[in-house]
């Protein structure tokens, strides 16, 4: 018994959506208990059937009520059985295992999503594939756009970014054309910086910790707001994305961590709308740029410290400390084995040599 004291119809309601389910019930006729007489009354019907007389049909002997003749033994009263309660007619629903039969409309619009979706994925995975590809080659000048975003909303970043041209992100050219110069590229201007129209939303925000799920969401909302925010209006868009947050100087809490994506080819950058600060911004922008062509992070997380020697501008240098030049994936200068300082600009930064084969400047 799953479920007593139900209706009728509730009850055929129950085995159809259990039915939908894979699971057959049955429903049965409860029979009513007789209400109990009291005592009064049980002895007012006893007297009353001791006072009547029944004769025997096969003898004729006279008697009290009975069960059986106390003569012949012969029975006076068919007892009457019980009726069985009718058995009520099992409801049976069909079900379809496999959720969407071949041909019908709900498993064929099914079909359709999956294979949408598919392509979607294949031509997305494609188009980073072929981007790396294209930006790796060095066979032409790279276009890297510049979007700034007003990530306080107030005035003052507001001012700061009606400001900003394209020449004011020359220096990270010229820095990639001279460190490509001494690599022996032959390619005069590796990088071209365009500065796109203001962005007015700001990029989701990177989880926090490292579930890998939560990453992945990230991944593509962050990939949504790169196609959505694209603010150039005329030709292609450009192969490197860079969105740079600007925040308002004179802040006590440190500035989020930037990033940049090899997958995707785009960068968040975190900076000072502070003409003073440019120069630094340079270099964070330069970096994360790097990023997106495959350059790892050559120091320690923790400590901020370059690692030795690919974060070294100069590992040969006898002693090793303190160093005149930052590796623009080693972020800092070195003083001492404890001790770095951010560089104040790109003059003070060169690409090493490891990040010079990771980004395909050096082949071997």
């Not at 009291?38 to 069960?67: L, N, Y």
Request: with cysteine; glycine share 8%.
């Amino acid at each position: 018994t799953i479920r007593k004291d139900v209706n009728d119809i509730e009850g055929k309601k129950i085995v159809a959506a259990a039915a939908r389910c894979g699971v057959v019930f049955e429903l049965e006729a409860a029979v009513a208990p007789q209400p109990a007489s009291s005592v009064g009354e049980q002895d007012q019907q006893s007297t009353a059937a001791s006072a009547r007389d029944v004769r025997c049909p096969h003898c004729g002997t006279r008697q009290g009520r009975a069960a059986t003749c106390l003569q012949c033994g012969e029975l006076l009263e068919q007892r009457e059985r019980p009726a069985r309660p009718a058995r009520i007619e099992t409801v049976s629903v069909a079900v379809n295992p496999a959720g969407g039969a071949k041909g019908s409309p709900g498993g064929m619009f099914k079909t359709i999503r999956i294979v949408v979706l598919l392509f979607i994925l294949l031509i997305v995975g494609l188009n980073t594939v072929l981007s790396g590809i294209r930006a790796n080659s060095w066979d032409s000048t790279l276009w890297v756009g510049i979007y700034p975003v007003n990530a306080d909303g107030s005035e003052a970043v507001d001012h700061y970014i009606r400001g900003l041209d394209e020449d004011a992100f020359l220096p990270i050219a010229d820095f990639m054309a001279t460190e490509a110069e001494r690599y022996e590229l032959p390619l005069a201007d590796p990088a071209r910086l365009l500065l796109a129209p203001k962005v007015q939303s700001l990029p989701p925000s990177p989880p926090k910790g490292a579930n890998p799920l939560a990453v992945m969401w990230w991944s593509l909302k962050m990939r949504w707001f790169v196609y959505r925010s694209d603010t150039f209006d005329d030709g292609p868009p450009p192969e490197i994305k860079i969105f740079v947050l600007y925040h308002a100087p004179g802040k006590e809490e440190r500035l989020e961590n930037s990033l940049g994506i090899r997958k995707g080819m785009f960068g968040v950058v975190h900076a000072y709308a502070d003409f003073g600060h440019q120069s630094r911004n340079h270099v964070v922008i330069a970096h994360e740029m790097l990023h997106t062509l495959g350059a790892s992070d050559k120091y320690d997380p923790v400590t901020r410290q370059p690692f030795f020697p690919d974060g070294f501008a100069n590992p040969e240098q006898s002693p090793p400390y303190p160093q005149q030049l930052a590796e623009i994936m080693g972020t800092r200068i070195p003083q001492s084995e404890n001790d770095a300082i951010m560089p104040p600009s790109l003059d003070f930064t060169v690409i090493g040599a490891k990040t010079a084969r990771e980004i395909k400047w050096i082949k071997k």
